[in-house]
């Protein structure tokens, strides 16, 4: 699975700081705190129709964040919103859209790793794309990186920055082993998640999801239990072994980029039939129903910006 230029993002526009530009001239500062450290934080966010899913979670999480490395500024809600939807709009996006939101530090006076440098910022980069869901309608293989989560008192997933080494080492690892991502298992030996989405499986009818003690709070993660609550579907959220990965009936993963994809493979093990089974169609199709009935409106189809909501 390696994703493809679309054409239709030939002559897309970037929105740093307010500042619409074409792709080829956007651009930060190398004294950006990006740059410099991976000093930022981030968040996906879908466009459906013109309404962003769950855009208040996201862009909570994205304050929680940088308020957890203790950024001096951060954005609005409003503020934020405002310029997501003119990046939105500037490109006449509406539909089948995956936009990067990053907050960084902002700019530093001299190179060097403390926040003391910093005089001016932060810096806000909405990244929008016309882009559908990564792995497309079919399956896709893990394998199992070598490479384990940080635990909280390393470095708390719960902090959703941009220093991606670890995920971008897992991913790696799976590039070489031929399968689409990598399965990555905490400080000792549970399954985390992959290296870009969170992990469910189904046994005998219940689903398991690991805690969050080693990956992110994932605002689609939160929406498929949600669905499996409403649906009465039975589910636990615990520590969950490669044993249970193995010999379970199904299994599947969710993220922004990607939705809710089912895994045939891990290891080379075949996973139940090796196709997606009833509980991951049934919660695809709740997932594709909620998506179209729900979120924040922010453009409309003819390019026209909608006033952000009072959060």
């Known amino acids: ?11 897309i526009v970037v929105n740093i700081n307010g500042k619409l530009m074409h792709r080829d001239e956007a651009g930060v500062s190398p004294f950006d705190s ?4 991976g000093d930022a934080v981030w968040e996906g966010l879908r466009l459906y129709q013109g309404r962003v899913f769950r855009f208040k979670e996201h862009l909570d999480r994205l304050r929680s964040s940088a308020q957890a490395l203790a ?20 490109n006449r996006m509406f539909d ?40 497309g309608s079919g399956g896709i293989s893990v394998v199992t990186s070598a490479i384990r989560r940080f635990s909280a008192d390393t470095l708390d997933p719960k902090i959703h920055h941009c220093n991606l080494i670890q995920s971008i080492l897992a991913k790696i690892q799976a590039n070489q082993a031929g399968a689409d ?18 992990v469910f499986i189904v046994h005998q009818g219940r689903v398991l999801t ?21 649906a009465s579907i039975p589910f636990e959220v615990r520590d969950v072994s ?13 993220g922004t980029m990607g939705e809710l994809t089912p895994v045939f493979k891990v290891d080379g ?15 695809q199709q709740a997932f594709r129903d909620l998506t179209a009935r729900t979120g924040t409106p922010v453009v409309t189809e003819e390019g026209k910006v909608v006033e952000p909501v009072v959060w």
């Open 242 to 254: 490669l044993t249970e990965v193995y010999r379970a009936d199904e299994m599947f993963c969710t």
């Open 269 to 283: 093990r075949q996973i139940g039939g090796g196709v997606a089974g009833p509980v991951t169609l049934r919660l």
């Open 96 to 135: 089948h859209v995956h936009a990067r939101l990053t907050l960084t530090r902002g700019v530093k006076i001299t190179s060097g790793m403390d926040p003391r440098l910093n005089t001016s910022g932060p810096t806000l980069i909405v990244l929008a794309e016309h882009k559908a869901p990564v792995y």
């Open 34 to 37: 990006a740059v410099q450290g």
């Open 181 to 198: 991502d990598a399965l990555m298992l905490d400080q000792r030996g549970f399954v985390a998640e992959t290296n870009a989405t969170h």
């Open 71 to 90: 950024f001096v500024q951060i954005p609005s809600h409003e503020e934020i919103a405002r310029e997501v939807a003119r990046t939105f709009a500037a």
């Open 210 to 230: 690991p805690t969050c003690a080693a990956c992110p709070e994932g605002i689609t993660r939160a929406a498929v239990l949600g669905l499996m609550q409403a």
């Open 1 to 11: 699975m390696l994703q493809k230029f679309n054409p239709a993002n030939k002559d």
